[in-house]
């Protein structure tokens, strides 16, 4: 687990293209089959302490793009800072199909926490859709709290303070 760097912009986009579509789905909210260009470089960019990123990576055993695989990326952004409390983020996470239900998302999670309350964040919030049971038994084993959110009844939103 390390966080993301520029360099990362080529196993990003493998990850993001080696997801299922069902994954890619219930990360982006949408049908996303590879990351734009101006994707690719926010994603890649951190920029501390307001949003930042935190990959998992295992050796490349293929070695088609390096000597790293990426397997899971978590992430947040800070929302708006005119907004009511500017001491709030926004977190997204996807772990590869193959590496699912391993504690890899929990872990992941846990650091990327730490990471935000460290530099100054108060609250940590995500959008998840009301169908992904997994994502959402994993962010009340975390202690964020799950309801309606302002996106309709398909879409839930976890908050936790940090």
């Given at each position: 687990?390390?966080?993301?760097?520029?360099?990362?912009?080529?196993?990003?986009?493998?990850?993001?293209?080696g997801l299922?579509?069902?994954?890619?789905?219930?990360?982006?909210?949408?049908?996303?089959?590879?990351?734009?260009?101006?994707?690719?470089?926010?994603?890649?960019?951190n920029?501390?302490?307001?949003?930042?990123?935190?990959i998992?990576?295992?050796?490349?055993?293929?070695?088609?793009?390096g000597?790293?695989?990426?397997?899971?990326?978590?992430?947040?952004?800070?929302?708006?800072?005119?907004?009511?409390?500017p001491?709030?983020?926004?977190?997204?996470?996807?772990?590869?199909?193959?590496?699912q239900?391993?504690?890899?998302?929990?872990?992941?999670?846990k650091?990327?926490m730490?990471?935000?309350?460290?530099?100054?964040?108060?609250?940590?919030?995500?959008?998840?859709?009301a169908?992904?049971r997994?994502?959402?038994?994993?962010?009340?084993?975390?202690?964020?709290?799950?309801?309606p959110?302002?996106?309709?009844?398909?879409?839930?939103?976890?908050?936790?303070?940090l």
């Amino acid at each position: 687990m390390r966080p993301i760097r520029p360099e990362d912009a080529r196993i990003e986009q493998a990850f993001v293209r080696g997801l299922s579509r069902d994954s890619r789905y219930t990360r982006f909210m949408g049908e996303v089959s590879e990351l734009s260009p101006a994707m690719l470089e926010r994603f890649t960019h951190n920029h501390y302490p307001h949003d930042f990123a935190l990959i998992v990576t295992v050796p490349d055993k293929a070695a088609g793009l390096g000597p790293e695989k990426e397997i899971a990326v978590a992430r947040y952004i800070g929302i708006d800072e005119k907004a009511k409390d500017p001491k709030r983020c926004e977190f997204a996470i996807v772990v590869a199909d193959d590496w699912q239900h391993r504690g890899i998302g929990s872990r992941l999670m846990k650091a990327l926490m730490k990471v935000a309350k460290a530099g100054g964040l108060r609250f940590m919030e995500g959008y998840i859709l009301a169908n992904n049971r997994g994502m959402l038994e994993l962010v009340k084993s975390l202690g964020f709290e799950c309801g309606p959110s302002d996106e309709g009844p398909q879409v839930s939103l976890a908050v936790r303070p940090l």
